[in-house]
């Protein structure tokens, strides 16, 4: 299967609560990235992650990546109306011939 | 969308026509990217380039050419449109300047929806 496999591939929460996304890969990597894609829109980078690091922060982002499990997750503190999108993770495979792979991303719906 | 535009946004077009789509952009970023977006199989690159002149092929390039004779612009054509190439096409770019490797931060349009009928 394809590198960047993201889970769920749906999710829906109530207005307020945490949304938590897993994105897991198969080789090893120089990092990891997340977008966000509003519907009928591009994608828009919200946070990259480098293999060395273990945890990035951006507001009320919170991105962590396990190396050895070959994992990453994106939480989502807090959520608003706003932050229903899909989600995808994307990552740079460390063997340079390999090109950056998406994953076929997580629906958020945030329940008012 | 940092600088970066599609055109035409929308296209309805036959079986066996040829089409180009463009990418533009303001950036001066080295690498272009043509994707596609599919139900169920997620955003699968078609081709890239990594300078003027210079391109090469992605997952799904079978169908597909591309050409870049400016820094701003990147050309998809699809020389005898199908219809499995009814799709939403993406363009990105990323790595600002020469001395990157390009394979970080992608910054993308806001996609061009073909109907191949």
């Known amino acids: 299967s394809q590198q960047g496999e993201e889970d769920p591939q749906a999710l829906s929460i109530q207005e307020g609560e945490n949304a938590t996304m897993n994105c897991s890969y198969k080789t090893s990597i120089n990092n990891l990235q997340w977008y966000r894609q509003n519907s009928g829109r591009g994608l828009v980078h919200l946070i990259l992650i480098r293999s060395n690091e273990r945890e990035k922060h951006s507001g009320r982002l919170r991105v962590t990546l396990d190396t050895s499990k070959k994992s990453s997750s994106l939480l989502i503190t807090a959520s608003r109306a706003a932050d229903t999108a899909s989600y995808f993770c994307?990552?740079?495979?460390?063997?340079?011939?390999?090109?950056?792979?998406f994953g076929k991303g997580t629906r958020l719906h945030i329940l008012p | 969308d940092a600088g970066i535009t599609q055109s035409p946004r929308h296209k309805v077009t036959e079986t066996g026509t040829p089409v180009t789509l463009r990418c533009h952009q303001t950036?001066?970023?080295?690498?272009m990217y043509w994707y596609r977006q599919d139900p169920g199989h997620g955003l699968r690159l078609i081709h890239y380039s990594y300078g003027v002149k210079d391109t090469d092929k992605g997952e799904v390039s079978d169908g597909y050419s591309v050409s870049r004779s400016k820094t701003e612009d990147f050309l998809l054509t699809l020389e005898s449109a199908t219809s499995s190439q009814t799709s939403v096409y993406f363009c990105?770019?990323?790595?600002?300047?020469?001395?990157?490797?390009?394979?970080?931060?992608?910054?993308f349009g806001p996609g061009t929806r073909l109907t191949v009928l």
């Open positions: 950036e001066n970023h080295r690498y």
């Open positions: 990105a770019i990323s790595g600002v300047g020469t001395g990157t490797s390009g394979r970080d931060t992608q910054y």
């Open positions: 994307a990552t740079d495979p460390m063997n340079r011939d390999d090109k950056i792979i």
